[in-house]
């Protein structure tokens, strides 16, 4: 089992800045896909950022230009900068890692909590 354990969520005012962190108990992102999602109360859980095992990105549109997923493969560290937070992008923020084939896992931290005020 692999534990992941994010850190950096916390209270910013709006145009604010903060940078999460996903540290993983083994090597694991190097060969995983990393995500960061998030969940808002009272709504559905939605993908903010994915990074690929090919380094491709994909962003959701409501943080495209603001938001930025990088992965360390050393440090064994997924991360999102996130710039120019406004208070829809309040709600906790999970990472993840997936593999799919014959050794597929799916594993997610406990979430830290981001609130931007207005």
Do not use: H
């Not at 998030?38 to 943080?63: F, H, M």
């Not at 829809?88 to 979430?111: F, H, K, L, M």
Request: aromatic share 8%; glycine share 10%; charged share 15%.
């Amino acid at each position: 089992q692999v534990q992941l354990v994010e850190s950096g969520g916390g209270l910013v005012q709006a145009g604010g800045s903060l940078r999460l962190s996903c540290a993983a108990s083994r090597s694991i992102f190097s060969t995983s896909v990393s995500n960061w999602y998030r969940q808002a109360p009272g709504k559905q859980r939605e993908l903010v950022a994915r990074i690929t095992v090919g380094n491709i990105i994909n962003y959701a549109d409501s943080v495209k230009g603001r938001f930025t997923i990088s992965r360390d493969n050393v440090k064994n560290t997924v991360s999102l900068q996130m710039n120019s937070l406004k208070p829809e992008d309040t709600a906790v923020y999970y990472c993840n890692a997936q593999r799919r084939g014959i050794t597929s896992y799916d594993y997610w931290g406990q979430g830290t909590q981001v609130t931007v005020s207005s």
